[in-house]
């Protein structure tokens, strides 16, 4: 009877490890995307490039910055310019110049293959870097793609598209538990600079709840500001990390079978 009941708990477990592996795979896509090039780029630039990359917890990027593996298919005179995406599960990409203009971070998905982006005429703060801008790319046969939301290091909320799986929660979250020690310092090669208090002023933690609070009622949270908080994002979003969630489960609850066989085992010898 035990060995029937481990034979069937393992039976179990090979099928989850079957289905968390489709699931790592079926995330996956390739193909063609195209580029609009504006008059103003084309004139300006010889060269232009997609930087793509997986930004979920755990992602990968697909290739180094302008390297020849992201240079897209265009020629002086051409409308657009094409580029070849390999298989993954990638889900931001960044359209670049030789000249070093760039736009702003952009979801993309598998519907983006055979889809169409383009120059928005909207300027974004640089998520990272306040005293740059970057203009957005938006899909045109894709509207739920496009610039990704944030929160940027000065309390901005930029950008409309989202990851697969992120929420407004997620991205307060990651905001708070990222610049919690440094918005609003002086400027450092690891310290925010805010340009609207340009040094460290006794009430700064005070500017900090009342801007987290600011942030949490315009994304539509519940979240009430609490120093004694300890802010922690867990994300479980793409199929992949979704795919791992549920294999551990699968894993514990075999252990804990496994344990109750034993001691009924031991239970039924003595």
């Known amino acids: 009877m035990k060995k029937k009941m481990l034979s069937i708990m393992t039976s179990v477990a090979m099928l989850g490890i079957m289905a968390c592996t489709a699931a790592l795979n079926s ?11 504006p008059e103003t780029w084309a004139n300006a630039n010889k060269t232009f490039y997609a930087h793509i990359w997986n930004g ?3 992602g990968e990027g697909l290739y180094e910055w302008q390297t020849a593996d992201e240079k897209m298919k265009w020629s002086k005179g051409d409308d657009k310019a094409t ?7 990638w889900n931001l990409i ?11 971070d952009s979801v993309m998905n598998a519907n983006c293959i055979g889809d169409t982006c383009y120059v928005m005429d909207e300027p974004f703060e640089n998520p990272v870097d306040s005293k740059r801008v970057s203009y957005g790319l938006g899909w045109r046969n894709n509207p739920d793609c496009g610039p990704h939301k944030v929160i940027s290091s000065l309390g901005n909320i930029i950008g409309n598209a989202y990851l697969p799986g992120e929420t407004n929660q997620m991205i307060y979250d990651n905001f708070v538990k990222k610049y919690a020690d440094t918005w609003g310092k002086i400027d450092d090669d690891d310290i925010i600079w805010d340009p609207e208090y ?3 002023a006794p009430d700064r933690d005070e500017k900090w709840e009342a801007l987290k609070q600011e942030l949490a009622e315009k994304l539509g949270l519940n979240t009430k500001t ?11 979003t793409s199929d992949s990390n979704y795919a791992g969630f ?3 489960i699968l894993m514990a609850d075999l252990g804990a079978a496994l344990l ?8 039924d010898t003595d």
């Open 56 to 58: 979920l917890p755990g």
């Open 83 to 89: 580029y070849q995406v390999p298989e993954g599960d």
């Open 27 to 37: 995330s996956a896509y390739s193909g063609e995307i195209s580029f609009d090039v």
């Open 246 to 248: 549920l294999y551990a």
């Open 226 to 236: 609490d120093k004694s908080k300890e802010y922690k994002s867990i994300v479980v």
């Open 260 to 267: 109750l066989v034993k001691k009924k085992h031991n239970s």
């Open 94 to 104: 960044i359209i670049s110049g030789n000249t070093g203009i760039q736009t702003y």
């Open 198 to 200: 340009p040094t460290e």
